[in-house]
């Protein structure tokens, strides 16, 4: 059944995609029905409702719906698709008979309720409540048929339903914030927790009931490496079997015998998010100085070795008819232009060759997290070329609890992007109403113009309206330069080839199990 969800003619592409390959080193007799895959980053809870995997990226769970290989809504614990009303205020949902989470406890129309009415609950600390503020209410008519009634139509109702679904039973009685199913949770999904080890590792076996049938590898341990170099080592060692890796890095580990590399493309941007409220930020001619004078050629070519594209807005030029082609560029800096736009704007240069005005000196912190090694390559590049035209950054790198509560004051190199469609990076990146929201425009951006153009796109159906109401969006985004847009990554992976059955597919911003593993479940031994 699971074969058959990710699309007819998926073995012609997996053939294709796998032509060539050699086995594992002969001597090899490690493992083929367990493996260990080394991540960048570890969750902060194991609980759906609190913002885990909500686009589908969990093995622990499943969502009403699941994205196929072609980025494509397909039903999960739904058994077909929703039925939505021709006012796109009703979505109705049939569940998928058979199925039961891992206690064996049957799921029930009453578990989807509790679940996304615990992420509407304001007493939930859920960081994704913004993302369901469409729902009025969610009800069961019946034990498999769940109804939500939405405040206004909202065209990617259905691509939010991935979010996974727990147990009523299991969590009625407690406070979700705090309840035991954080650490130690029960789903539907196809491997379940045997144990997490904060810092350390997050452990899953085989659910051998999965309603899609048993995974054939019975044990997958996530390891929770941050720093590049090490998880690069331990790939070397043969103590990981996969890892995500900047593509410097994977570099010289894609020879490695007996592994291969994977090249995915990716809506996974990186930018340079800049407060509207500082300052020197805050002026538009230093925005647009900035996007001019940064060298996005240059990042690829010495960074990247050339895995991902230029970045000028939040879209991705591999987005297809969302993405506004006006705005693409090209990549290298436009110094004389960066140059005019700051003198035109009164920002003359100082004896120390850094720019001021009425005072104030042409100068902002920018701010990355200190275990990325890309990131922090990338503030390097960037406070390098911006200098060249009279600006002077500070580079600063912390870890995250101390850089969010400096959000909205200082710059910071921020990473995100989905592929599953435009509302979801450019509502909450843009939307004034989520300023200072968490991570949701970080950088406190509000034009009403551009409020009202998120809005009428968000309610139609109409695919051609849009399209037409994002490529505006899009234009008046490049003039006002809340961000400046840097590089659109390919994300980068060396595995382990014991085992076929991969498909690549554009990834979000989130490896997790995003990354070429996303369809884990469904490999088998070579």
Known sequence: MRRVLVGIGAAALVGALLA???????????????????????PDTLNPVLGYAVEGASKIYDGLVAYDDKLEPVPA????????????QTVTFTLRPGVTFHDGTP????????????????KTDSTLRPAFASIAEVTAPDQRTVVFRLKYPYAPFVKRTTLGIVPAKALAGHDVNTAPFNQRPIGTGPYKVESWTAGE????????????????????????????????ARLRSGELD???????????????????????????????SLPLNHPVTGDVAIRRAVDLAVDRDAMLRTLLNGQGKPAFGLISPDAGRWFEPAQARPGTADVAAATRALDEAGWLPGGDGIRAKGGQRAAFTLMYPASDSLRKDLATAAASDVRRIGI?????????????????KDAVLFGSGSPYDPDFDLYDSLHSSLAG???????????????????????????????RLYHEVQRKVATDVPNVGLVFLHHT???????????????????????IWWNLEDWTTR
């Open 437 to 467: 929201k968490g991570y949701a425009n970080p950088g406190r951006y509000a034009n009403p113009a551009v409020d009202d153009l998120l809005d009428r796109a968000r309610a139609t159906a109409d695919t051609a309206e849009r399209v």
């Open 107 to 122: 799921l029930t129309a009453d578990d989807v309720v509790f679940t996304y009415r615990a992420v509407l609950d304001e």
């Open 493 to 515: 992976f060396v595995v382990r080839d014991a085992w076929t059955g991969q498909l690549p597919r554009t990834e979000p911003h989130d490896h997790g199990f995003n990354g």
């Open 20 to 42: 060539g390959c050699g086995s594992n080193p002969e001597g090899d007799t490690r493992s083929t029905d367990s493996i260990v895959l080394g991540v960048q980053s570890e």
């Open 77 to 88: 614990l739904a058994e077909k698709l929703p039925e939505v009303s021709p006012d796109g």
């Open 392 to 408: 002077d950054v500070e580079l600063v790198g912390l870890d995250w609890t101390a850089i969010n509560p400096r959000l909205g």
């Open 242 to 272: 996969g890892a995500v890796l900047p593509p410097k890095i994977a570099d010289g580990l894609g020879q490695l015998p007996g592994h291969r590399r994977w090249d995915n493309p990716s809506a996974d941007y990186r930018i340079v």
């Open 201 to 232: 590792r997050l452990v899953l076996v085989a659910n051998e009931s999965y309603w899609g049938g048993a995974p054939a590898i019975k044990r997958v341990t996530m390891a929770f490496v941050a720093d590049d170099n090490v998880r690069a």
